[in-house]
């Protein structure tokens, strides 16, 4: 018998913040930052930016299949140390998860044949045995969709330089691995109800957008 996971009464309401890279999801936990019942966590790129002084950000776009494993080794890491993070907050805002990691960016390394399928099968013990308890559980996902043609515009005119060498055509392919998990719904499960935002706003008018999914945020949760 399927035994039902009992959510922890003190546990916050958690929502996950996702979507291509430049899609805005930085900007929109910035916005949320306003509400003081609200504990955003923001991605912890500067640990990959400096792992005992290791960039493996940069070495992972240096050469994918000699740093992919121990790049999004510590991605799981530094993101299961989110999904634990404990707070009094009511409502705990995520910028990406456990689950992006591995349902597109390992997902994609997998299938490009950058990550070779032993260490692919160490990711997912440790993904497995993190996420078949209650550490890990998600109350509502906000999917920031966006055309990879902007999320390029974005990232170039951001110019952070580990990414220099990332082009349209990979934003292409992480739009689907989004698209597949978050939209169409064809690749993995969903941990949780999900809701898209428009992501290709810009920044002057996309305060109303965020505006529609905040009831629900906040309803949810009360
Ligand atoms: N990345 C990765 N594997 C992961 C998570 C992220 O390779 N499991 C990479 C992709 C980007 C960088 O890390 O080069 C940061 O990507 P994100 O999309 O997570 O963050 P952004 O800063 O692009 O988010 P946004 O612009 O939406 O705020």
């Known amino acids: 018998m399927e035994s039902k996971r009992i959510k922890l009464t003190h546990s916050p309401f958690t929502v996950l913040v996702e979507g291509n890279i430049g899609s805005g999801k930085t900007t929109f936990l910035n916005y949320f930052k306003q509400y003081n019942n609200i504990c955003t966590l923001a991605e912890p790129i500067e640990l990959w930016k400096n792992c005992g002084g290791y ?16 790049f999004q080794s510590y991605v ?38 950058v990550l070779p399928a032993p260490s692919a099968s160490v ?6 045995w993190a996420t078949s308890s209650a550490m890990c559980d998600v109350d509502l996902i ?24 990332v082009q349209l055509e990979y934003l292409h392919e992480m739009h689907e691995m989004h698209e597949n998990w978050l939209y169409y719904k064809t690749m993995f ?20 957008e965020y505006q529609k999914v905040t009831p629900s945020i906040f309803n949810k949760c009360l």
């Open 55 to 70: 960039n493996l950000l940069s070495h992972l776009y240096e050469d994918r299949e000699r740093w992919g494993f121990t």
């Open 142 to 165: 906000i999917y920031l969709r966006a055309s990879p043609e902007v999320v390029y515009k974005r990232m170039r005119e951001r110019n952070r330089q580990e990414e220099k060498t």
């Open 189 to 208: 499960t969903c941990p949780a109800p999900v809701l898209v935002v428009n992501g290709d706003l810009d920044k002057s008018v996309i305060v109303e």
């Open 76 to 113: 799981q890491l530094t993101m299961l140390q989110q999904h634990t993070f404990k707070t009094d907050c009511a409502i705990k805002l995520m910028e990406r998860s456990i689950y992006s990691a591995r349902y597109c960016f390992v997902e994609k390394m997998i299938r490009d044949s």
């Open 123 to 128: 990711i997912d013990e440790w993904f497995k």
